[in-house]
């Protein structure tokens, strides 16, 4: 006969069952593909993925391959060889990738190479590592086969110099838009402020999901400055059993509330990826009131279902999805300030 105490840990282990099948852990995938990308830039990325996905291919290999298009992409001036670099005149990058295993890797403040994205799936793959940075992360690059060169552009050296002129920086909510949704003296991709991330989350036919995040960073920063792009937890997070999400706007207040972790564990408590993101948006509102009405700050998430959710503190924030029915569709956020 059980003891009092054999009981309790099978109540227990049961009751811990029970909350895991209510929060719709390990729910089973509709088995229809889908990409969301932040911000309308993501488009293209969100194509590039689908190619992978369309097939039956790992929403890993997705969401490096779709991570890849705005690195190299020569009129994207806040993700990749484009970028604009920081006060001294260096670009330097950040990225992470992560899949639905919780195997993760990433790099920051990584110069010379124009695919960080790729160099963090290998810091995943072949090392016991998480983060590389610096000059370490260039070095690993290099002994991976990566070709240095130089990503300073002869527009944003160009840019980078009018800004010298000033020396003056201040985040612009939203500089990241492109095409969708201008507002009258909203900022665009060319502009001096512009700044941001592509963040990307990806479930494929079996289930299984994982998210990519890379940057430039902010334009101007101070050297070494790193945001929350390459840090898990705070500019992405997958769970393979619940869902993911990433981030984008200013880095500092998203790692001060572990975001996408934060997001990625209110839906394993029940939220909806949409009731996740704004509530993750709010913490940080109720946080820093003060700072909240200037800032930008937005989430984007996706679960297991193919269900996305999407919030931000300033209105303008878009993202981009992709999946069987539509390819280009780019959809806008809700907003705490409308």
């Given at each position: 006969?059980?003891?009092?105490?054999?009981v309790?840990?099978?109540?227990?282990?049961?009751?811990?069952?029970?909350?895991?099948?209510?929060?719709?852990?390990?729910?089973?995938?509709?088995?229809?593909p889908?990409?969301?990308?932040?911000?309308?830039?993501?488009?293209?990325?969100?194509?590039?993925?689908?190619?992978?996905?369309?097939?039956?291919?790992?929403?890993?290999?997705?969401?490096?391959?779709?991570?890849?298009?705005?690195?190299?992409?020569?009129?994207?001036h806040?993700?990749?060889?484009?970028?604009?670099?920081?006060?001294?005149?260096?670009?330097?990058?950040?990225?992470?990738?992560?899949?639905?295993?919780?195997?993760?890797?990433?790099?920051?403040?990584?110069?010379?190479?124009?695919?960080?994205?790729s160099?963090?799936?290998?810091?995943?793959?072949?090392?016991?590592?998480?983060?590389?940075?610096?000059?370490?992360?260039?070095?690993?690059?290099?002994?991976?086969?990566?070709?240095?060169?130089?990503l300073?552009?002869?527009?944003?050296?160009?840019?980078?110099?009018?800004?010298?002129?000033?020396?003056?920086?201040?985040?612009?909510?939203?500089?990241?838009?492109?095409?969708?949704?201008?507002?009258?003296?909203?900022?665009?991709?060319?502009?001096?402020?512009?700044?941001?991330?592509?963040?990307?989350?990806?479930?494929?036919?079996?289930?299984?999901?994982?998210?990519?995040?890379?940057?430039?960073?902010?334009?101007?920063?101070?050297?070494?400055?790193?945001?929350?792009?390459?840090?898990?937890?705070?500019?992405?997070?997958?769970?393979?059993?619940?869902?993911?999400?990433?981030?984008?706007?200013?880095?500092?207040?998203?790692?001060?509330?572990?975001?996408?972790?934060?997001?990625?564990?209110?839906?394993?408590?029940?939220?909806?990826?949409?009731?996740?993101?704004?509530?993750?948006?709010?913490?940080?509102?109720?946080?820093?009131?003060?700072?909240?009405?200037?800032?930008?700050?937005?989430?984007?998430?996706?679960?297991?279902?193919?269900?996305?959710?999407?919030?931000?503190?300033?209105p303008?924030?878009?993202?981009?999805?992709?999946?069987?029915t539509?390819?280009?569709?780019?959809?806008?956020?809700?907003?705490?300030?409308?």
């Amino acid at each position: 006969m059980p003891n009092r105490r054999d009981v309790f840990k099978t109540t227990l282990a049961l009751s811990s069952l029970a909350g895991l099948a209510a929060t719709g852990a390990g729910a089973a995938s509709t088995g229809k593909p889908i990409v969301v990308s932040t911000w309308d830039f993501g488009v293209a990325a969100n194509q590039a993925a689908w190619e992978v996905l369309k097939t039956g291919g790992h929403a890993l290999d997705a969401v490096e391959a779709g991570a890849r298009v705005p690195e190299v992409d020569m009129k994207n001036h806040s993700v990749g060889r484009a970028g604009y670099p920081d006060r001294d005149g260096h670009v330097s990058l950040d990225a992470s990738i992560m899949d639905e295993q919780w195997r993760c890797g990433a790099v920051a403040a990584l110069e010379h190479i124009d695919h960080p994205i790729s160099v963090a799936r290998l810091v995943m793959e072949k090392t016991p590592h998480v983060l590389l940075v610096g000059a370490g992360a260039l070095q690993f690059a290099i002994e991976q086969g990566f070709k240095p060169q130089e990503l300073r552009t002869p527009e944003s050296e160009a840019a980078w110099k009018d800004w010298l002129k000033e020396a003056k920086y201040a985040p612009v909510a939203n500089s990241e838009m492109s095409t969708y949704g201008h507002a009258p003296g909203s900022q665009v991709p060319g502009d001096v402020h512009n700044h941001d991330t592509l963040g990307m989350l990806a479930l494929d036919a079996q289930g299984r999901l994982s998210g990519a995040c890379t940057t430039s960073g902010m334009a101007w920063k101070l050297r070494g400055r790193v945001g929350d792009s390459p840090i898990i937890g705070a500019g992405l997070y997958v769970d393979g059993e619940i869902g993911a999400a990433t981030s984008t706007g200013v880095g500092e207040e998203v790692i001060r509330n572990a975001g996408s972790f934060l997001v990625v564990e209110l839906m394993r408590q029940g939220r909806s990826p949409q009731q996740a993101c704004e509530e993750a948006v709010m913490r940080i509102v109720k946080r820093r009131p003060d700072a909240a009405k200037t800032l930008q700050v937005g989430f984007l998430a996706l679960n297991t279902r193919g269900e996305v959710g999407a919030f931000a503190i300033q209105p303008g924030f878009v993202y981009a999805q992709c999946d069987g029915t539509k390819t280009d569709l780019v959809v806008p956020s809700k907003s705490v300030f409308s």
